[in-house]
C-alpha cells in the first residue's frame, strides 16, 4: 500500500510518526508533501520550519519536551546576533538548527533545488518516509494586515513568520497570500506519488497556513480532487480548540468557526469540488455536522506512537470503506 | 600624530593593542590596514580571520588563552556540520564566531563592500582603531603545492587555509599566489591614510602571507615606496623563530632563511626600492646584518599591553630619528 501524507509541521511531523510506525507494521510505502509556506530567509539562512520539524522528528532529533527545534539545543549564535543588532532580532535561530540551514543555503546558493536538498539531509535523518517539499519554487505565506492605530488604517503583507513569532498573530489581520503558488510547480515526485497512491492523508495540520499552501500549488489539489485515491482528513480540531498552535487564530480571519465539522467543510466534500473523502473526528465531535462527508470518530489526541498509529489505522480503514469521488482509475487499472 | 599600521591577524593584533595604548597616550590616531588574503566563503559564509582576530582582540572578545577566535566559544554548528558531513570538515567554525560571518555574509550579499561591513561590525566592538580591510576586492592567498606522491608530480593550487589548517603546510610547496591582487583596488581610506599618515607600521605578521598580500593590492605598495612618512617594520622573527605561527615555514617556501634580517631584506630598504626605512628587532638580533636599513634592538616579546606599547614606542621613535627615502612632500607641505 503506498500513503500520501499532505502536512506542515510539528502537528503533522506527529501524525507522520504514527503513519510510518502503521507503514512498518503492514509494509507500506509513506511519502509525505510538506508544507513551504513557512520559509523564510533569515541572516542569509534558507530556513524550512515544517520540512526540519518533519525531519527531525522522525529522525530522532527535535526536542520532544518544547515540541519544536532540535534536541539539546544552545543559542550562541542568536545571543551574538542580538548583540550586534542584527535583525530579524524576533526570531531565534537555535545552533544545532543554523547547521541545517548552512547546509541547505550552500546546497541552494550552487544551484540545488529544495527537494535535492531534502533528500541530501535526509541522508542523515534517516526518517524513514519520504519527503518531498510541495513545490521547490518560492512560495511563501504572507499576511495582509492593518497596523492597530494608524489613521486610515494601511493594510500590509508581512510574511506569516514575522505575523506569528513576532506579533504572536495580534494584528487586524484580513487574510493570507500564497506569494508565488499561482507559478508554482509541484516539486519532482510530488503528482506521480499522488498518482500512485492508494490513500492521501491530510494531517491534522493548520488547515488555513499548512494545507493550505501545500493544496494552493498549482496540479496538487487537482490531482486530489481528480484522483482516484480516496482522501480522508483528519481534524486538528478537538472539542473546539485546535489539538496545537494556531489554528483556532487563522480560522477567524477567514471567518470559519473553530470546529472540526467547519474545517471539514472548508476542505470540502469531493462530490461537490472540494477534497475529502473521509474525516476523522474525535469523539467529542462525533455528532458534527459534516457537509456529506464520512465520518468516523477515534480518539486523535497523538499522546504516543501507538496511539497515533491507531488513529492512522481508523484513517486507512475509513479511506477503504468510502467510495472515492475521483474520476480517474485506480493505478492498477480497475475503477472502485 | 597619524599612525597606520599594516596587519595580518593574530600577531598584529597583539600588536595593535599596544599601538593603541601608545596612541591613547600620546593622542594619535591609529588606521589598520589588514589583510583579506586568508579569507575564504565556508559553508557559504565569508570568513575573515584577520579582520576578526583585529576586532575581537582589540573589542576584549578574543581567546587569550587559545589565541584565536572568541571567548567562551562553542562548536555546537560545526558538531552538527560534521554530523552532515559538510565540506570542509578541516575548517571549525565556533557558534559566537558564525554569528559575525552571518552578519558579513547577510550584508555583503545585499551589496555592501567589506569595508562597510567591517565598520558596521566595529560599531559593536568599537576596537578603538579605524579598521580598513586592504582591499574590497577579491583577493585570496592560494598556494601552489605538489601532492607527495603521484608520479609525475602534478602542480595544483589550494586555498591558504587549506594548505596550513587542513595540512598543517606539510605538503611538497612551490610559492604563494595573491589571486585577484593585480586586479584589486585598495579599499576606501586606504590610501588616504597613507598619504595622511605621520608614519607607518608593518606589524612582526607574517611577512608572506599577511603583510605581502597588503602589498600586492595595487598603490598600496607604492605609497609606502613613494610617501613621505617613514616605514618602520617590526621584525616577526626573534632569534630565528618565528614569535607565533608559521613565517618559518612560509619563508622556506620562498628560499628566505627565518631570520630578522633576511626579512629586512625580503621588505628591502626604500633607498633601494624597498618599503622599510628603518627595523625593529629583538636584542638577541640585534648584531644582524640588514641591508643598509637602520635597525634598533628593543625586547619584542608581546607579554602585555605595557610592553607592547614600549615596542610601540620605539618604532615610532625608530621612524623620527630616519631619514625617509620618500620623495612626496609631508602633509604638512615641509619635506624632511
Do not use: K, N, Y
Given at each position: 500500500m503506498r500513503i500520501v501524507v499532505l502536512t506542515g509541521g510539528i502537528g503533522g511531523a506527529k501524525f507522520l510518526v504514527g503513519v510510518r510506525a502503521y507503514a512498518r507494521r503492514t509494509g507500506a510505502e509513506v511519502t509525505a508533501v510538506v508544507n513551504v509556506g513557512d520559509d523564510a530567509v533569515l541572516h542569509g539562512l534558507r530556513v524550512c520550519p515544517d520540512l526540519d520539524s518533519v525531519m527531525y522528528t522522525l529522525g530522532g532529533g527535535a526536542d520532544a519536551q518544547r515540541g519544536w527545534g532540535r534536541a539539546g539545543e544552545t543559542w550562541a549564535v542568536k545571543e551574538e546576533l542580538t548583540a550586534y543588532r542584527a535583525e530579524p532580532t524576533w526570531f531565534g535561530?537555535?545552533?544545532?538548527?543554523?547547521?541545517?540551514?548552512?547546509?541547505?543555503?550552500?546546497?541552494?546558493n550552487a544551484g540545488y533545488p529544495l527537494s535535492a536538498v531534502t533528500d541530501a539531509l535526509c541522508v542523515r535523518w534517516n526518517p524513514g518516509v519520504r519527503m518531498i517539499p510541495a513545490t521547490d519554487?518560492?512560495?511563501?505565506?504572507?499576511?495582509?494586515?492593518?497596523?492597530?492605530?494608524?489613521a486610515p488604517p494601511a493594510q500590509?503583507?508581512?510574511?506569516?513568520q514575522e505575523w506569528w513569532v513576532r506579533h504572536r498573530g495580534a494584528l487586524p489581520t484580513h487574510r493570507f497570500v500564497f506569494v508565488g503558488?499561482?507559478?508554482?510547480?509541484?516539486?519532482?515526485?510530488?503528482?506521480d506519488a499522488l498518482a500512485a497512491a492508494d490513500v492521501v492523508l491530510i494531517a491534522p495540520s493548520n488547515p488555513v497556513v499548512s494545507v493550505a499552501?501545500?493544496?494552493?500549488?498549482?496540479?496538487?489539489?487537482?490531482?486530489?480532487?481528480?484522483g482516484a485515491a480516496p482522501v480522508v482528513g483528519v481534524s486538528p480540531i478537538i472539542g473546539d480548540a485546535?489539538?496545537?498552535?494556531?489554528?483556532?487564530?487563522?480560522?477567524?480571519v477567514l471567518d470559519v468557526p473553530c470546529t472540526a465539522a467547519a474545517v471539514a467543510g472548508l476542505y470540502g466534500s469531493r462530490r461537490s469540488g472540494g477534497v475529502l473523502d473521509g474525516w476523522l473526528v474525535d469523539p467529542v465531535d462525533a455528532a458534527a455536522e459534516t457537509d456529506?462527508?464520512?465520518?468516523?470518530?477515534?480518539?486523535?489526541?497523538?499522546?504516543?506512537?501507538?496511539?497515533?498509529a491507531q488513529m492512522v489505522a481508523a484513517a486507512v480503514e475509513l479511506a477503504g470503506s468510502v467510495e472515492p469521488?475521483?474520476?480517474?482509475?485506480?493505478?492498477?487499472?480497475?475503477?472502485r
Open positions: 535561530l537555535g545552533d544545532r538548527d543554523i547547521a541545517t540551514h548552512l547546509v541547505r543555503t550552500t546546497m541552494m519554487d518560492r512560495l511563501e505565506t504572507h499576511v495582509v494586515v492593518s497596523d492597530p492605530d494608524p500590509r503583507a508581512i510574511h506569516f503558488a499561482a507559478q508554482a510547480e509541484p516539486a519532482p515526485g510530488v503528482l499552501p501545500v493544496l494552493a500549488v498549482p496540479g496538487i489539489r487537482e490531482a486530489l480532487v481528480g485546535p489539538v496545537r498552535g494556531m489554528a483556532d487564530r487563522c480560522l477567524a456529506g462527508v464520512p465520518v468516523r470518530a477515534v480518539p486523535l489526541w497523538m499522546t504516543d506512537e501507538t496511539a497515533t469521488a475521483g474520476t480517474r482509475p485506480r493505478p492498477d487499472g480497475v475503477a
